[in-house]
């Protein structure tokens, strides 16, 4: 019989039971769907619980995943990356400071920022002819030191009480260089520096007495004793023009013979065609510049 169920007749509650049934299914459903996570972008997302919102923050990386919540995970921090070491001061930055004047008479940095450099982070032996004694001793040692981080260093010095009040006043430069007393001019002496230094060196510097004399016997027994591929320096030039150091601002005229006519000669030398008989190591010189008052040679490699 139609309207019937186990030859029953379906009664009103049945009816009034399945409605608050179904009621109570929409509300737990509707009370989920508000449970939801609300997103602004790059901003902190929020829950809705009941009527206010609760901040939501997303896991940080790496365990973050890609979730509902925060679209994305926020982006990794940007890889480390150390900072390049500073360049350390230039040779006439360091000269500056240690009050030399080799840069703040003269102006030498045009020679030696060009030579230098590129001896700067190798082992250099280096020899130094006078420490600066009536003029503030010692300004160059600490130049030399400051320079290159891993030098050889020696010293001759013509004045004695100079040199030992020098030392006297500071003990540790007796351990950071090899100091002669004597005179440059004297090949005896010259040649007991080489043999005690064992010569070899990169880098000789004549700024000793400036005389004709001391400058050209220091060159003829102290060239020799530079390596190949190594430079001596003249400075003080202009002494070759001044009659208290034998020089003469006539010499050509004069056929005087001071350190500039020597240089000249030299330079002839560099040249096959030239006539102007051979001076001693003319073969062993690569080139020779010059500058203000300074002049470099450069030793042959072969």
């Known amino acids: 019989m139609a309207g019937t169920l186990n030859n029953s007749p379906l009664r009103p509650s049945f009816f009034v039971a399945a409605l608050v049934a179904v009621s109570f299914l929409w509300l737990a459903y509707s009370q989920g769907q508000r449970s939801v996570l609300v997103s602004n972008n790059n901003t902190p997302s929020e829950t809705v619980q009941g009527s206010r919102l609760v901040p939501h923050s997303c896991p940080k990386p790496p365990e973050c995943p890609v979730c509902p919540a925060c679209h994305a995970c926020p982006p990794p921090p940007p890889p480390h990356v150390e900072k390049p070491a500073p360049e350390p001061p230039s040779w006439y930055e360091l000269a500056a400071a240690a009050g030399t004047d080799k840069v703040n008479f003269h102006h030498y940095e ?166 102007t008989p051979r001076l001693p190591s003319a073969d062993d010189i690569l080139r020779i510049d010059c500058f203000a008052e300074i002049c470099a040679f450069t030793k042959a490699t072969i």
Request: overall charge negative.
């Open 110 to 275: 045009n020679l030696y920022e060009q030579y230098l450099p590129r001896l700067r982070n190798q082992h250099v032996k280096f020899l130094e002819i006078g420490l600066g004694c009536g003029m503030g001793p010692g300004k160059s040692h600490k130049l030399w030191r400051e320079y290159f981080p891993d030098i050889d260093l020696y010293f001759i010095e013509f004045e004695k009480i100079c040199l030992e009040e020098l030392l006297g006043n500071n003990t540790h430069m007796r351990s950071e260089a090899t100091f002669y007393n004597g005179d440059q001019a004297d090949p005896v002496f010259l040649e007991h520096v080489i043999q005690k230094s064992g010569g070899n060196f990169d880098v000789v510097v004549d700024d000793g007495g400036h005389t004709m004399q001391q400058q050209m016997v220091s060159f003829a027994h102290l060239f020799p004793a530079v390596k190949p591929g190594g430079v001596y320096i003249i400075e003080d030039l202009h002494t070759s023009y001044l009659p208290p150091y034998h020089g003469d601002p006539d010499a050509v005229a004069n056929h005087t013979n001071t350190t500039m006519e020597m240089i000249k000669l030299r330079l002839d030398n560099l040249h096959p065609a030239s006539n």
